[in-house]
């Protein structure tokens, strides 16, 4: 009696487990929330984007976080404009794929009866599956003709365009795009110029919290509290916490910033001495030993060459074996990339006139252009407001028309 009552509550607990699966496979499978994949998708060209930018500073630019300022800055800048673009783009056509699949799915569910309902599910979501890889090469082709596209005036613009030289014109749709990428991206805490490679003889890109310190090295205490800051905030060059390194006992040393060589000559320049300046203050940023080998090595290559000044030199700050490639980590500054996606898709209609890929697309696009727009106008209202009230505080009389 007692093993078919535990029989009859396994096979319980089983139809149970397996409804729940079925009902999460669904919903996460499903078709009906095309908007979820336009985030997604746009969070992963965001990311991507930011990528190959890293990529291409360090292989083809020799540019990392110690190259002189504000180069890094100014490319990060520009990457991230068009990382917001290339995630608006990217989400427009992940929106309309999903919704045309959502069609196809509606067109044809009517010839299958309710009896085998979920056998049906499960070779739809398979043939579906195949069916959206088989049209990859496609969609990466009609990705590629938006994006060049997204930086010439079109009929559609209206003469709602930016005119940056007598030969050169961009549509203010992309520079908005562009601006809401970038405010998203400074407002979750990224940083144009962390894009670039992380150097291993100058600040990385991960650098964050520090500690005071002097010329000398860490004390027990000063050790022990990198060890946490390491964890919390990441080694500053390669990012990585080691949170599943549990047998290694150190993770984390503290790394001079700036480094005692470079403040040496620092402190030797004349011009601090005749202004009676006082000397470059160290800071301990958390290091990973990993990153610290390196960084050693580095540095004894370059005394063995006979580099009087290896920290300041061209042959560590701009070599690619002196860089490390942080493209593929993640970042919360990615997401706005899913922030832009999201609003390049918000309020489209769910009823589509036509299935016609540039069709729907175009149909998207200009209701994105026209929202964007009203949105433009709103703000530039509100600031004109702002303007004109703080003007008439101070007494001033503001201007008639316009700002």
């Known amino acids: 009696m007692t093993r078919n009552n535990n029989d009859t509550t396994l096979l319980a607990w089983t139809t149970a ?22 985030v997604a998708t746009g969070t992963i060209f965001f990311g991507s984007t ?25 490319l990060g800048f520009f990457t991230v404009c068009m990382a917001s673009v290339a995630a608006h783009k ?11 699949q959502h069609l196809h799915l509606s067109n044809h569910q009517h010839w299958y009866s309710s009896s085998n309902k979920d056998s049906w599910n499960l070779q739809h979501h398979w043939e579906n599956g195949m069916a959206q890889v088989q049209q990859l090469p496609q969609l990466a082709g009609q990705f590629c003709r938006e994006m060049s596209s997204a930086f010439s005036v079109t009929k559609n613009d209206h003469g709602d365009i930016l005119n940056l030289a007598p ?16 405010l998203a991206f400074k407002a979750l805490g990224g940083r144009c110029w962390a894009i670039a490679p992380s150097s291993f003889t100058h600040l990385g890109s991960f ?12 004390t027990p205490a000063q050790r022990t509290a990198l060890e946490r800051l390491g964890r919390l905030v990441g080694c500053h060059t390669c990012g990585t916490r080691h949170l599943f390194s549990l047998n290694q006992k150190v993770k984390f040393v503290g790394d001079h910033m700036p480094p005692k060589s470079l403040a040496a000559k620092m402190n030797r320049a004349w011009y601090r001495r005749w202004l009676g300046w006082r000397k470059v203050q160290y800071r301990f940023y958390p290091q990973c030993t ?4 390196i960084q050693g090595g580095l540095l004894s290559k370059a005394a063995n060459q006979g580099h009087k000044r290896p920290w300041a030199g061209p042959s560590l700050a701009r070599l690619r074996a002196n860089s490390h490639f942080h493209g ?4 919360l500054g990615h997401l706005a990339g899913g922030l832009v996606g999201g609003t390049a898709v918000h309020g489209a209609s769910s009823t589509w006139p036509t299935t016609e890929t540039e069709r729907v697309v175009a149909s998207l696009e200009d209701k994105n252009r ?21 003007m008439e505080l101070v007494g001033l009389k503001p201007p008639s028309r316009g700002w």
């Open 370 to 390: 026209q929202r964007y727009r009203n949105c433009h106008a709103d703000v530039v209202s509100y600031g004109q407001g702002i303007y004109r009230t703080t």
């Open 290 to 293: 990993g990153c610290s080998s």
């Open 207 to 218: 650098a964050r919290r520090s500690l005071s310190a002097g010329e000398t090295y860490a």
């Open 328 to 331: 593929f980590r993640p970042r």
């Open 90 to 100: 990217a989400a427009l056509i992940a929106y309309q794929h999903q919704e045309q």
């Open 50 to 74: 930011l990528a190959c930018s890293t990529l291409m500073q360090q292989r083809l630019l020799h540019i990392s976080t110690a190259t002189m300022g504000p180069i890094p800055s100014v």
């Open 167 to 182: 030969m050169f014109q961009t549509p203010l749709h992309t520079v908005r795009i562009a601006a809401l990428g970038f």
């Open 17 to 38: 487990a397996t409804t729940e699966a079925s009902e999460w496979s669904n919903a996460v499978l499903s078709d009906d929330k095309p908007a979820v994949w336009a």
